[in-house]
């Protein structure tokens, strides 16, 4: 079992940024690692995926403004996210994808509000 932990939600304004990190319990060299959100009533959907290689990929429209890095020394994922809208508002969690098995984070709250 692997335990994931999210931090760094907070309330942020319209174009604000936050940065939100996820230590994993487990070395991450050998896996891809996942940021997905949950707003309110919808599902939840995938925000970026970092591959074992470095190569991300990012869907919709937090397109040119999240940034996902991976620091294996420190068994960490990270989702750098600017000009934040009110649509960003929602549960963020992390993924570790291994081949077989799938773990979740509990999630880290980002409210984009005025």
């Known amino acids: 079992q692997v335990q994931l932990v999210e931090s760094g939600g907070g309330l942020v304004q319209p174009g604000g940024s936050l940065r939100l990190s996820c230590a994993a319990s487990a070395s991450i060299r050998s896996v891809s690692l996942e940021w997905h959100r949950q707003a309110p009533g919808k599902q939840r959907e995938l925000v970026a995926r970092v591959n074992v290689g470095g190569i991300i990929n990012y869907v919709g429209s937090v397109k040119g403004r999240f940034t996902a890095t991976r620091d294996n020394a420190k068994n960490t994922v990270y989702l750098q996210m600017n000009s934040l809208q009110f649509e960003d508002t929602a549960v963020y969690y992390c993924?570790?994808?291994?081949?077989?098995?799938?773990?979740w984070g509990q999630g880290t709250q980002v409210t984009v509000s005025s």
């Open positions: 993924s570790w994808v291994g081949i077989l098995e799938r773990y």
